[in-house]
Antibody, heavy 113, light 109 residues
Framework: QVQLQQWGAGLLKPSETLSLTCGVYYGSFSGYYWSWIRQSPEKGLEWIGEIDQRGNTNYNPSLKSRLTISVDTSKNQFSLKLTSVTATDTAVYYC???????WGQGIMVTVSS | IAMTQTPLSLSVSPGQPASISCNSSQSLLHRSGKTYVYWYLQKPGQSPQLLIYEVSSRFSGVPDRFSGSGSGTDFTLKISRVEAEDVGTYYCMEGIFRTFGRGTKVEIK
């Protein structure tokens, strides 16, 4: 059964770059879009963006100017980079497959000086 | 697209039904003829899990006490007989811009 495992830095200072990676295990990487989603008390669940194995991306317009999602098919991994973070980017970040039928465990990312 | 979910919270006795509504700010009927509305449950301390896709299809392993319905802009998730394991926050989501509702917290009386 496919599993998603996430990792990355959990504490950032304002203006730094948030960087997370999600690994896909025990399942096919191709044929799906892979998404990043975040959850905060203020905004609830917010879709960030997605990528497929060819590198085709779709981004949330509200984050697009700061966002890069990339893929490494040799490792069955995809990554999120969000630049110039502020306190409003503090959230639990999840990776998920397709229509969000499989989720990662979530990582709490805090932006604080 | 805005997804307005009601109620914000629900307290239900075991074995009783529950109903959650989700209203979208515009029709979710896609040109493909499909309507992309999804329902998720986030149990305490866990990642969300998919319950219902495309309005009314139950995801693999989801008990048949869960059902989804609706069309256009109005959608409903129903639990025919609430069980203790159903506690958590339920979210609707539209599949075009991937906008989530704010959630409905379900607890057991």
């Amino acid at each position: 059964q496919v599993q998603l495992q996430q990792w990355g830095a959990g504490l950032l200072k304002p203006s730094e770059t948030l960087s997370l990676t999600c690994g896909v295990y025990y399942g096919s990487f191709s044929g799906y879009y892979w998404s990043w989603i975040r959850q905060s008390p203020e905004k609830g669940l917010e879709w960030i963006g997605e990528i497929d194995q060819r590198g085709n991306t779709n981004y949330n317009p509200s984050l697009k100017s700061r966002l890069t999602i990339s893929v490494d098919t040799s490792k069955n991994q995809f990554s999120l980079k969000l630049t110039s973070v502020t306190a409003t980017d503090t959230a639990v970040y999840y990776c998920a497959r397709g229509v969000f039928d499989v989720w990662g465990q979530g990582i709490m990312v805090t932006v604080s000086s | 697209i805005a997804m307005t979910q009601t109620p914000l919270s629900l307290s239900v006795s075991p074995g009783q039904p529950a109903s959650i509504s989700c209203n979208s700010s515009q029709s979710l009927l896609h040109r493909s003829g499909k309507t992309y509305v999804y329902w998720y449950l986030q149990k305490p301390g866990q990642s969300p899990q998919l319950l219902i896709y495309e309005v009314s299809s139950r995801f693999s392993g989801v008990p048949d006490r869960f059902s989804g319905s609706g069309s256009g802009t109005d959608f409903t998730l129903k639990i025919s007989r609430v069980e203790a394991e159903d506690v958590g926050t339920y979210y609707c989501m539209e599949g075009i811009f991937r906008t989530f509702g704010r959630g409905t917290k379900v607890e057991i009386k």
